[in-house]
C-alpha cells in the first residue's frame, strides 16, 4: 500500500479570503474537526462532508458553519473505508478488503448499509448513472451496475498492470491512477466490456486523481 501522509487526521475546511481578488494566496483555516480513524478521502454534498476514515468507516460532518463543523452520523464497515462518492440518496465507499459498500444517506444522521458488492481491495470510487467504477489494488479495473442498490452486482473488468488507487469517470472514459503503470484510460460506453483506450506512463508511485476541463490531475507519492 502507498504511504498517506498526515500530520493529524482531521477535516481541515480551507476558504480564499475575497477581500483581495487579486491575491491567490489569501487562504485561511477556518475550522477543523478531529475524526474518529484516519480521514482517507471526503465528497461533498452540499452542507454535508461524507468522509471514508478507514477502520472508523463512513462519517457524516455537517458544515453548515464552517467554522464548527459537526460530526452527525456515521457508518461502521468491515475493513478500512479509503474512499467515497455519493450520487443522490447513496453514498458508496471502497472498502479495501470489504469491496463496494452501499449506503443510505436518506437520513443523513442515520447512515445505513443496504447493499454490498465483493471485491479483491477496494482502494477507489467512482459512480455515474447506474454504474460504480472500482480501482482494485492489483485487479485493475472492475465495473458494478448499482441499479439494484440493495444487490449491486460486477459486471466487467480490466485486470491492469500496476497498483490501482484512485478512479475518476467522465462521459463514456475512466481514468485509472496506477502505481507501477501511471495513468491508464478505459473506454466504458459498454461497461460490460472496460477497454484501454490510451496510457499515460508517469514516475512510479502515482495516487491522487482528479479529472476536470480535458486535464487529468495526479499526484505521486514519490514525485509530488
Known sequence: MGRIVS????????????????????VQLVGHLVTAGEARDLALNGNLVYIADSDSGLRVVSVADPAHPVEIGHCSMPDKAYDVAVLGSYAYVADGTGGLRVISIADSAHPT?????????????AV????????????????????????????????????SYNVAVVDSYVYVSSYHWGLPIFLVSDPTQPSVAGYLSLPEGCSGLDVAGGYAYVTDLDSG
Open 128 to 163: 455515474e448513472g447506474n454504474c460504480a467504477y472500482v480501482a482494485d489494488d492489483y485487479n485493475g479495473l472492475v465495473d458494478i451496475s448499482v441499479a439494484d442498490s440493495a444487490n449491486p452486482v460486477e459486471v466487467g473488468f480490466n485486470t491492469s498492470p500496476g497498483v
Open 113 to 125: 448499509e443496504v447493499g454490498h458488492c465483493p471485491t479483491s481491495t477496494a482502494m477507489g470510487i
Open 7 to 26: 500530520i493529524a487526521f482531521c477535516l481541515a475546511m480551507l476558504l480564499s479570503s475575497a477581500a483581495r481578488a487579486d491575491d491567490s494566496l489569501d
